[in-house]
């Protein structure tokens, strides 16, 4: 598991670059292009279960959604930020894109530490040490098992039909 630590304020247009907007669209399009403009070798390197840890305003900037679909898609464990832009947060609640908000996990980790993300327990590990956070709701959690809201959403509706 590989964990990138970035600072404050990083936005929408350094998560996915906005001169693509318009010509890409599916993950597979998306995920060459993840942070270029911040770290290069991001797209290249990260792998399922790999984790973001980041400082302030995650996420700020516009409300596309090619930054969370695109995180999602890399297959990232978590992104634990000090905090996070209100609309980012949502489209990654949408794409089923796992944030959590623990300044105190960002703050203790030091490099080369393991960090691990219990979203259930509201608990995030940082290089042995625990960090409380308020737990997830159960329908957050199950937005984000169910792989999106959309996934959710025909879920349920399955189950409404019987």
Same mark, same amino acid.
């Given at each position: 598991m590989t964990v990138f630590k970035y600072g404050d304020d990083?936005?929408?247009?350094l998560l996915f670059p906005g001169r693509y907007t318009y010509t890409c669209a599916k993950a597979e399009?998306?995920?060459?292009?993840? @942070?270029?403009?911040?770290?290069?070798a991001f797209a290249?390197?990260?792998?399922?279960?790999?984790? /973001?840890?980041? $400082?302030?305003?995650?996420?700020?900037?516009?409300?596309?959604?090619q930054p969370a679909l695109g995180l999602k898609a890399a297959? @990232?464990?978590a992104v634990v930020a000090k905090s996070f832009a209100r609309?980012?947060?949502?489209?990654? /609640?949408?794409? $089923?894109?796992?944030l959590?908000?623990?300044?105190?996990?960002?703050?203790?980790y030091r490099e080369g530490d393991e960090v691990a993300v219990d979203a259930a327990r509201g608990v995030v590990t940082a290089g042995g040490r625990s960090f409380a956070f308020p737990a997830l709701p159960p329908e957050i959690l199950a937005i984000r098992d169910a792989g999106g809201l959309l996934p959710y959403a025909r879920k349920k509706l399955r189950e409404a039909r019987g």
């Open positions: 990083v936005n929408t247009d399009e998306i995920l060459p292009h993840l @942070l270029e403009d911040l770290d290069p290249g390197s990260v792998k399922p279960g790999d984790v /973001i840890l980041a $400082g302030k305003n995650f996420g700020c900037g516009s409300s596309r959604e297959g @990232l464990q609309i980012f947060f949502r489209a990654a /609640i949408n794409q $089923g894109l796992l959590v908000e623990c300044p105190e996990a960002v703050e203790a």
